[in-house]
């Protein structure tokens, strides 16, 4: 595949001078740099679908549990370990999170 288009201009000094268009090498780079984009995003777009399913499934069975009526002791425990791995589950849902923000903010201002 050709980009480089060079047509030879013999001029009236010495030294031989070249025209080079570059339109159909911007053009290539530019498709190029499109579709790694688009590749790069949706691969991202998976990845932080799963991870933002894996945080909703894990504060959806948090939430169950701590919904529950306290009826004795053991339900007590129950919501106490609850908020135990909530508090413990905190930073590593932050740094799920976090990542997924930059990636909305890129893709509102790419596509």
């Not at 933002?52 to 701590?66: C, S, W």
């Not at 930073?91 to 976090?98: G, P, Y």
Request: overall charge neutral; proline content about 3%.
């Amino acid at each position: 595949m050709e980009f480089l288009h060079i047509i030879p201009y013999e001029g009236k000094h010495m030294s031989q001078k070249y025209f080079i268009f570059t339109e159909r090498l911007k053009f290539g780079l530019l498709t190029e740099i499109k579709t790694c984009t688009h590749r790069i995003g949706q691969v991202l777009k998976k990845k932080y679908r799963r991870e933002m399913d894996y945080v909703y499934a894990v504060i959806n069975e948090m939430d169950r549990k701590l919904e529950r009526p306290i009826r004795d002791l053991d339900d007590v425990r129950m919501v106490m370990d609850t908020l135990k791995k909530i508090r413990e589950q905190e930073v590593d849902m932050e740094l799920k999170i976090d990542p997924i923000e930059v990636y909305v903010c890129l893709c509102l201002l790419w596509f």
